[in-house]
């Protein structure tokens, strides 16, 4: 074999495995690959997230390594439970199991203490006694030095008993804050004697009212790492000016001969059309202009979940886009693209109606019915077939019939012919009105030796249009929540003086409540996906459809309609 017939089909490494195949050639970390997903439990995970799940759990696989689920709960007002419970559920539900029991930074607090007790004896962290608002006053700006607290050089004893006393309690919140001693002149501004531990008191979920003081988010992230014996701690862009920092705390608890966890930093996935900040997500939530986090709406895991994205189609997602150094925005109609082959791979075709115009076959027997046989996936012989019934009385789409047709409509129109899938060729021979001179329904005949498959001559006339259909007698009802995008605009935060909820699209959600679905739908469980035809991709609603009151949520039009709306 040729070398480029080698390197066929194989991706080229990215900038992260490139580092992790330099570090395993040269035997660093003893050849092992430990990484880490450290969500901070103040929220639902979303597509932003799965992709540095899928990174961060994606390398280990490939490198034969582990990955960490860890808790980054240092900030005790804003975390909850719930959020805890719903990652663990969406980390699961996308593919990836984390090696032994989910770890919390909070689990660490006492050998944080401690660390930081080391750090004030070797003179190099200081209780600061001034208000915070002074203190981040003094920090400069990235052109003008810092200046120095009056109490910098306090000695290593004070410090311990000031530090002791923070922990038990004696000073309330703002009144005094641990320190590193670093440099106020440094032109990063996070080296500035950032800040280390504050009074919170505030009850924490896990170690409860144990604490008064907390670690910040630098203090506690690196030696969580270290702890666990992180290799390669994976983290967005914005961390990149942290770094010398994550290596000073290390370089000041480090022990010879144990592994020292390397940061890298990769662009966070931006997505067009979508938000991702939490923080904005839950302005959504809690001002109800979506159903809770998993509405289908959300770009959150679970919101996709419940919308009917599958778990494969994500994970390729994430893999298609790679990893980047720079910030750069993917257009959504990507991760669209990467669902639609999955579900086109994998769904059973079905028929449905969303909007119902009532047929009626004037020349097909009243008692009659017959089944028909239709195939459940053209892409995939091995699905097989189901059988579906015909009758006298059948409902097709309201919009595939119009009564004054353009040349070009090629469904069905007075006088003209269609074909039902799988079926008849039919003729309309009357249209019927109400008063309003609404349609009500319209009066067909069909030429009984048409019917596809049978080998006749008319079974193999071409008619114009294909239509999809279902049989009125045999229908079981459905309600239909036809989902679209959020926003009607590319980037909804990203304008100076508009709040992002400017740009909800008003018609992101529409309900169809008189849906008709062939009978094989009957029993379908929830979260059971399919095709309908010529309409696109649906699932069961996994909260609200039951046997007896199934509910569809839109996953996924066929064809990309914005491509089309934005030119
Ligand atoms: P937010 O700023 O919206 O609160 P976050 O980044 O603070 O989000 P974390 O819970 O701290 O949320 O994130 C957990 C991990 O997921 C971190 O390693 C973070 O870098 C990564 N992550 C968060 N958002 C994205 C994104 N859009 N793309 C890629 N990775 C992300
Ligand atoms: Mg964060």
Request: include cysteine; charge should be negative; glycine fraction near 6%.
């Amino acid at each position: 074999m040729t070398e480029n017939n080698e390197n066929e089909g194989k991706k080229s490494l990215n900038f992260i495995e490139s580092i992790i195949e330099e570090d395993l050639k040269n035997n660093k970390n003893n050849g092992i690959v430990y990484t880490r997903f450290p969500p901070e439990p103040n929220g639902y995970l979303h597509i932003g997230h799965a992709k540095s799940i899928c990174l961060n759990f994606g390398l280990a696989q490939k490198y034969n390594g582990k990955t960490n689920l860890r808790f980054d709960d240092t900030n005790p007002s804003k975390e909850e439970v719930e959020y805890v419970d719903s990652i663990k559920e969406d980390v699961r539900w996308l593919g990836f199991e984390w090696e032994g029991e989910p770890h919390f930074a909070s689990d660490y607090f006492d050998q944080l203490y401690e660390w930081a007790i080391k750090i004030i004896k070797n003179g190099k962290a200081y209780v600061d006694d001034q208000a915070p608002d002074l203190i981040s006053q003094q920090r400069g700006t990235p052109t003008n030095p810092g200046t120095e607290s009056p109490y910098r050089n306090r000695s290593v004893e004070e410090n311990l008993d000031l530090f002791e006393r923070m922990k038990n309690g004696e000073f309330e919140e703002g009144e005094r804050v641990l320190r590193a001693k670093i440099d106020m002149a440094s032109p990063n501004m996070h080296m500035r004697d950032p800040i280390m531990y504050r009074v919170l008191r505030k009850a924490h979920h896990r170690t409860g009212d144990k604490w008064c003081i907390y670690p910040m988010y630098d203090f506690a992230h690196g030696q969580s790492d270290y702890i666990e014996g992180i290799t390669h701690s994976v983290c967005t862009l914005e961390f990149e000016v942290h770094r010398p920092l994550y290596e000073w705390f290390l370089e000041n608890v480090y022990t010879e001969g144990t592994v020292k966890p390397r940061q890298i930093e990769f662009a966070r996935l931006n997505l067009s059309y979508t938000i991702m900040s939490k923080r904005k997500l839950l302005e959504l939530v809690q001002k109800n202009i979506v159903n809770g986090w998993d509405d289908p709406r959300m770009p959150t895991i679970t919101g996709l979940r419940r919308r009917g994205y599958t778990p494969a189609s994500i994970r390729k997602f994430a893999d298609t886009i790679g990893v980047a150094k720079r910030d750069n925005v993917i257009d959504v109609a990507l991760l669209e693209h990467s669902l639609r082959d999955d579900l086109n791979k994998k769904s059973p075709r079905v028929m449905a109606v969303l909007n119902p115009l009532k047929i009626v076959i004037t020349n097909y027997p009243e008692d009659k019915e017959e089944w028909v046989s239709i195939d459940n996936n053209p892409e995939d012989e091995s699905m097989g077939t189901r059988e579906m019934p015909f009758s006298r009385e059948i409902y097709i789409e309201q919009d595939d019939f119009m009564e004054d047709a353009p040349k070009k409509f090629f469904r069905l129109a007075p006088d003209k012919e269609v074909r039902l899938k799988a079926a008849y060729i039919i003729k309309c021979e009357e249209v019927i009105k109400d008063s309003d001179g609404n349609i009500t329904e319209l009066r067909c005949t069909y030429d009984p030796d048409s019917k596809s498959g049978s080998g006749t001559e008319a079974s193999k006339r071409k008619v114009k249009g294909t239509l999809h259909w279902v049989s009125a007698k045999h229908a079981i009802d459905a309600e239909v929540r036809l989902y679209d995008r959020l926003f009607n605009d590319e980037d909804p935060a990203g304008h100076k003086d508009k709040d992002f909820k400017e740009f909800i699209n008003p018609e992101s959600l529409q309900i169809l409540t008189n849906c008709k679905l062939e009978p094989s739908l009957k029993d379908a469980e929830p979260e059971s996906k399919y095709q309908f035809q010529r309409l696109g991709y649906f699932c069961t609603d996994r909260r609200d459809s039951k046997p007896g009151h199934l509910v569809f949520n839109r996953t996924v039009p066929l064809k990309d309609s914005w491509s089309k709306k934005n030119k």
